[in-house]
């Protein structure tokens, strides 16, 4: 949060502020959805079936992704007034904040 608050404080009245994050889905169901596009899209592209899951295995215990409305509570406490969804794709979002 104190990187996001030095990006806020470094710009300008009306700038913007743009950034995209992998996010967690809302249920288990995207989620296990989500994982499992991802695992099919690396063993397509030539990682093997144990990278793959090793990968994939790596969600909430070394990779810990937070819901998108929680990354806008953040922009929003950071002093962002205006927080709005301009790409999302799969498990990413891209986010704009407008100070």
Excluded at 29 to 43: D, S, V
């Amino acid at each position: 949060m104190i990187s996001i608050r030095n990006c806020y404080n470094a710009l300008k009245e009306n700038g913007l502020f743009f950034t995209v994050e992998n996010f967690a889905p809302n249920n288990d169901i995207f989620k296990r959805l989500y994982l499992e596009r991802w695992k099919n899209y690396q063993y397509e592209n030539g990682r093997s079936e144990e990278e793959c899951q090793s990968h994939v295995l790596r969600y909430n215990t070394e990779y810990f992704p937070v819901p998108i409305m929680e990354q806008f509570h953040v922009l929003q406490k950071c002093g962002f007034k205006n927080v709005e969804i301009f790409w999302c794709s799969y498990m990413q979002v891209g986010i704009l904040g407008i100070k």
